[in-house]
């Protein structure tokens, strides 16, 4: 059983069913030592601009807040058998949003997937390569 997260990722657009506007790449850098993880992710749009998100945390279930894209997130993460779910809130504006992401390796350990659940992206999985 490989739950370790840590490397440097990249998304398989082809293969992923993203929701909303398509980037034009997504890359990751994963730091992860059980209990802690750090995710600094750059989505890259068609036209040239770039979303940084980067957030940290415990995966032990306990709540975290995170600045992602300038607006504060109530985070947890925790392992469910060999998925890390990641479940975020946060309000836009008028909404607000609940986020909850599975993620977990292939066997090999080369692929990551990050597949929405029950949640506001409900439907949407990328599917991530190591680099």
Do not use: C, Y
């Not at 059980?34 to 068609?46: E, S």
């Not at 979303?51 to 504060?72: D, W």
Request: no cysteine.
């Amino acid at each position: 059983m490989n739950r370790n997260l840590t490397g440097f990722w990249k998304a398989n657009l082809e293969k992923s069913k993203l929701l909303g506007p398509a980037p034009k790449s997504i890359a990751a850098k994963i730091r992860h030592e059980d209990p802690n993880l750090l995710v600094a992710m750059l989505i890259t749009m068609p036209d040239g601009l770039e979303h940084r998100i980067e957030f940290k945390g415990p995966t032990n279930g306990a709540e975290v807040l995170n600045l992602v894209s300038g607006q504060q997130w109530r985070s947890r993460m925790q392992w469910i058998d060999d998925e890390l779910m990641i479940e975020s809130w946060v309000e836009l504006a008028e909404r607000k949003l609940h986020f909850r992401d599975f993620w977990f390796l292939s066997d090999n350990g080369q692929s990551l997937t990050m597949e929405h659940r029950d949640d506001d992206l409900r439907g949407q999985i990328t599917f991530l390569d190591r680099v």
